[in-house]
């Protein structure tokens, strides 16, 4: 006996079902297929990034994350680290700056911060950082320089940076202005250290390969 129409149709329409279920069982537990951009080894602050620097490892990340990385190593060749660079670790081009972006003469000051003040004594020759502002009572702070380049962090006679001390960092920035910025700051208010966030090391040891 041939089967009617409504049993070919709900037959159909069964089997499509399973292929659908089949389909998204696939999805889930399928290999990221995005891929990033990571250092394929360490890199100091202040590294100007070769070819050889950058791989692409695949890794699933969330949207708001993955937005801020690249695919792109082109984009980042030429430019300078702003932090240290771990092996595999992802590269976000909001971390890296061009060479020598600093115009004009430049000038060197120094600022004697808490360790809560300097990313808890965390700073390294080279790194990257914005100088923030803040006054006793104020609940907003100001930045008053931007992009300024690390040059020495040293410890102070009150402590040393595994200890509870003052540190004294010395940084450049890019011109007078902003030196009148950050002593004026300075004499007023809490000075305060912020740098960009390194990206996150890949759990895959496929980064170290070149795309």
């Keep these: 006996m041939l089967p009617n129409g409504r049993a070919v149709l709900g037959g159909f329409l069964i089997a499509a079902s ?32 070769e070819r050889a620097d950058l791989g692409l490892a695949p890794a699933e990340l969330p949207p708001e994350m993955a937005g801020q990385l690249t695919d792109d190593w082109r984009s980042l060749v030429g430019k300078e680290t702003t932090a240290a660079v771990g092996q595999n670790q992802l590269l976000s081009p909001a971390s890296v700056v061009e060479p020598g972006n600093i115009d004009g003469p430049a000038r060197r000051v120094s600022l004697e911060l808490s360790r809560a003040s300097a990313l808890d004594g965390d700073l390294e020759s080279g790194a990257v950082v914005d100088v923030l502002s ?78």
Excluded: C, W
């Design 134 to 211: 803040s006054t006793e009572g104020d609940s907003e702070a100001t930045v008053v320089a931007k992009r300024s380049r690390v040059l020495a962090v040293n410890a102070d006679s009150t402590g040393d940076l595994g200890q509870l001390g003052s540190l004294v960092v010395t940084i450049e920035v890019a011109d007078e202005r902003a030196l009148a910025a950050i002593v004026g700051a300075s004499a007023s208010g809490k000075m305060t250290l912020a740098a960009p966030t390194p990206g996150p090391a890949t759990s895959t040891n496929s980064g170290s390969g070149h795309g």
């Design 18 to 49: 399973g292929v659908g279920l089949f389909a998204a069982y696939q999805q889930a537990h399928a290999a990221p297929v995005d891929k990033f951009v990571v250092a394929t080894h360490p890199l100091a602050p202040g590294d100007v990034i």
